[in-house]
């Protein structure tokens, strides 16, 4: 299994971007999808998640600016980010809650896209 992050880039403030993230492979099916983020100085942290029901949790950072979606069909999540901000600057990484059979449930990381945003 194998979690495929695209999308990253460099903005200007203000600006947006988009990630998206599919989940390929020996799959059951995909439960909770989600975004985090890392810098250089901070532990990863929770951007947004999403559960196969479309129920969504925002970090209060991204309340407002970034909306976080999914399409249980293509295994895939995204992440529509608006107004962003230069210390919005990190890499991103996917996540998802995958389950390979009917009983087991593993936890899988993309490889990480880098968002700029220059002031």
């Known amino acids: 299994v194998q979690l495929q992050a695209s999308g990253g880039g460099s903005v200007q403030a203000g600006g947006s971007l988009t990630l998206s993230c599919v989940a390929s492979?020996?799959?059951?099916?995909?439960?909770?999808m989600g975004w985090y983020r890392q810098t250089p100085e901070n532990q990863r942290e929770l951007v947004a998640a999403?559960?196969?029901?479309?129920?969504?949790n925002y970090e209060d950072f991204a309340k407002g600016r970034f909306t976080i979606s999914r399409d249980n069909a293509k295994n895939s999540v995204y992440l529509r980010m608006d107004s962003l901000k230069p210390e919005d600057t990190a890499v991103y990484y996917c996540?998802?809650?995958?389950?390979?059979?009917?009983?087991?449930?593993?936890?899988?990381w993309g490889q990480g896209t880098l968002v700029t945003v220059s002031s």
């Open positions: 492979g020996d799959i059951f099916r995909v439960n909770s």
């Open positions: 999403i559960t196969r029901s479309g129920k969504t």
């Open positions: 996540h998802a809650d995958i389950m390979r059979s009917a009983n087991y449930e593993y936890e899988y």
